[in-house]
């Protein structure tokens, strides 16, 4: 009778104790808020590695095994999937019949859930094999996360480090956590899950246009505001590629802005068209203002300077070399808000760092965007990227470019992809002399780029377009420019229009057959 009243007290005991379960992969901060857990009269159960570090530190946890009175097995594949822990998280309080379940099975009810997750977002764009990015899928943890989450309004469930000081403070002033941050912490953990199977899903399915459009990114910041300062903002990085726009190193400079990370963002994949060249480019507002090659550093970014001296000030410059301290001279005889680049020399560092407020970006991975999204309102717009460049380009007309204008071409070519259609570039082979885009139609884009680059050069000039030429409108205009060559995709229903009235004045002209709009 004394054994059965014993066994009785230590199942109420088991039943009314309040009981937290740890299993993190990141320590940081868990022994002292472990330490206020036992404190408080919390039972912590715990598991593998998360056990050792808190038995080593004094604390006094159970097992896993003691719990679910299972093995762990499986290489610890299985350990935390039992309904002496999904029973413990799930039961309703206030429900008579889980109540008496849980009971009747000797199930112990859980109240705090501590877990962070595998690193598989560390992992799933690493240089392991599938098989070893499998064994980084947590599925224990997610599991427990998820029936902890469900139960908000009885179990506080625990991602986030940063989360330890709010429910310390809670718990010290009331004896539990609030039932709104119950409800926010289980919020985040959806939010944490859906980006974890999202990535896992990527990893696995790959496709490019999957049923169901996932999206796994964390935020590294909030910025001060958007395009407007009536506008809210973050940023956000990818947990599962790597680009130039992530990890890149802030070397000097204020923090940056919505609008700066969208014109770095153009800026590089501008530069890093040209593989083979020094190349260097200045953007303002969503739009190069100046491109050029040359053959050093210096060089480059005057030759960028002279595209457009005006325009350029308070905009951004990325180069695809490595910055020198005569080019950081140079940089800093205008305004800027960014220079960008792989690398800087410690005399260069030294003078751009003159100008405080001047942000000094140096980019450590390549361009890697696979493709854009566009959000519409209630929807979304998926392409691939335009990472593209003809190669199937063919002359046109009687008249054959020089080897010189073809080259002109080309360089003009690899501009105006990244120019608002309609687009045109009006170059001399080494600067976009004129830049004309977002106009409603080409023969304003023409006029407005023919007009910037014959202020600034009055030598040979050839012209890109990104789209053909609808009529023969754009042929004639350039012909009384003075114009030497032109380029564009063809595929116009009066195409032959246009190379008549190219052939009629004596310019070359040259169809890449790839359209290259961007809206």
């Keep these: 009778m004394k054994e059965r009243i014993l066994i009785k007290s230590k199942k109420e005991s088991k039943m009314s104790k309040k009981r937290a379960l740890i299993s993190v992969s990141d320590k940081s901060g868990l022994i002292d808020f472990a330490k206020f857990l036992e404190e408080k009269n919390y039972e912590l159960i715990s598991t593998g ?49 889980h109540m008496k379940t849980v009971e009747n099975h000797e199930i112990g009810l859980i109240d705090m859930v501590i877990v962070n997750l595998y690193p598989f977002f560390q992992h799933a764009n690493s240089d392991i094999s599938l098989e070893e990015k499998v ?51 289980a919020g985040k953990v959806f939010n944490l899950t859906s980006a974890y199977d999202a990535a896992i899903s990527k990893m696995l399915l790959d496709e490019t246009y999957p049923t169901y459009l996932n999206a796994s990114y964390q935020k590294v910041s909030d910025l001060r505001y958007g395009e407007n300062p009536h506008q809210t903002a973050a940023y956000y990085i990818s947990t599962t590629e790597n680009g130039a726009m992530k990890d890149f190193e802030i070397l000097g400079g204020k923090e940056l802005s919505f609008n700066n990370l969208r014109d770095m963002d153009l800026c590089w994949k501008v530069v890093n068209e040209f593989k083979n060249e020094m190349a260097c480019c200045a953007v303002k507002h969503s739009t190069p203002c100046g491109v050029a090659i040359g053959n050093s550093a210096v060089e480059t970014y005057k030759k960028t300077f002279e595209c457009d001296p005006v325009s350029i000030f308070g ?12 080019t950081a001279e140079e940089l800093n005889k205008t305004f800027l808000e960014i220079v960008m680049a792989p690398d800087f020399d410690e005399d260069a560092l030294e003078i751009l760092r003159k100008k405080k407020n001047l942000r000094i970006i140096k980019i450590k991975n390549p361009v890697n965007d696979g493709q854009t999204w566009v959000k519409v309102d209630g929807g979304m717009l998926v392409q691939d990227n335009d990472n593209q460049f003809s190669e199937n380009i063919e002359t046109v007309t009687v008249f054959k470019p020089s080897e010189e204008q073809e080259k002109a071409l080309l360089f ?9 259609s309609n687009a045109i570039v009006v170059s001399n082979g080494f600067q976009a002399l004129g830049i004309g885009g977002g106009q409603v139609n080409r023969v304003w884009a023409t006029q407005h780029a023919v007009e910037r680059a014959k202020e600034k050069f009055s ?25 030497k060559a032109i380029i564009q995709p063809g595929g116009s229903m009066r195409d032959e229009e246009s190379i008549e009235a190219a052939n009629e004045h004596g310019i070359p002209m040259m169809f890449t057959r790839m359209r290259h709009f961007l809206h």
């Design 315 to 326: 905009g951004i410059i990325g180069m695809n070399f490595k910055v020198d301290a005569a």
């Design 459 to 483: 030598g040979d000039l050839v012209i890109a377009s990104d789209a053909f030429f609808p009529f023969r409108d754009v042929v004639d205009f350039c012909a009384k420019e003075g114009i």
């Design 412 to 420: 003009a070519q690899r501009v105006v992809k990244y120019v608002k």
């Design 135 to 185: 064994e980084f899928i947590d599925i224990g943890g997610p599991s427990m996360l998820r029936s902890g989450a469900k139960n908000f309004e009885s179990v506080t469930v625990i991602t986030d480090v940063e989360d330890y000081a709010k429910i310390q403070q809670e718990i010290s002033e009331t004896g539990d956590s609030t039932l709104e941050t119950r409800k926010k912490l």
């Design 49 to 97: 590695g998360t056990f050792k570090h808190l038995k080593e530190a004094g604390l006094k946890p159970i097992q896993i095994d003691e719990v679910t009175d299972f093995p762990e097995m499986l290489d610890g594949r299985v350990k935390t999937l039992h309904p002496k822990v999904h029973g413990g998280l799930l039961a309703v309080r206030n429900n008579e019949e």
